[in-house]
């Protein structure tokens, strides 16, 4: 069984950086891609970046473009989100989720064209806090 654990999250302030992390068991091959989303309190489950299982290729929403970056060690089966320059409207509950084998393309999953319950996602994590102070 597929499983995706989260740490990283914390308090930090506007400006600083954090890296959270996603560690994946029970893959089969390497094809999935992961995808990090978040949710705001009294706001929808939003699509924020995706690495994508043949080429590795990154996507971001604008709102975090140039910000953060989403990186993979397939060894390690882990995934990271370097967050930098954190903003207050950063704060959020962070989810790992894995779509394996991939169906989903990553540029629809960081426009949130998916929506609940899966959001094309076929497993997720239970979340790590972030929060940036102003």
């Known amino acids: 069984e597929v499983q995706l654990v989260e740490s990283g999250g914390g308090l930090v302030q506007a400006g600083g950086s954090l890296i959270l992390s996603c560690a994946a068991s029970?893959?089969?091959?390497?094809?999935?891609?992961i995808a990090w989303f978040r949710r705001a309190p009294g706001k929808e489950r939003e699509g924020v970046s995706c690495?994508?299982?043949?080429?590795?290729?990154?996507y971001y929403a604008d709102s975090v473009k140039g910000r953060f970056t989403i990186s993979r060690d397939n060894a390690k089966n882990t995934v990271y989100l370097q967050m930098n320059s954190l903003k207050p409207e950063d704060t959020a509950d962070y989810y790992c989720?894995?779509?394996?084998?991939?169906?989903?393309?990553?540029?629809?999953?960081?426009?949130?064209?998916?929506?609940?319950?899966?959001?094309?996602?076929?497993?997720w994590g239970k979340g790590t806090l972030v929060t940036v102070s102003s």
């Open positions: 690495i994508g299982s043949s080429d590795a290729t990154t």
């Open positions: 989720a894995a779509s394996t084998p991939q169906t989903v393309h990553c540029a629809v999953v960081v426009k949130s064209l998916l929506g609940p319950p899966d959001y094309g996602m076929d497993y």
């Open positions: 029970g893959f089969t091959d390497d094809d999935y891609a």
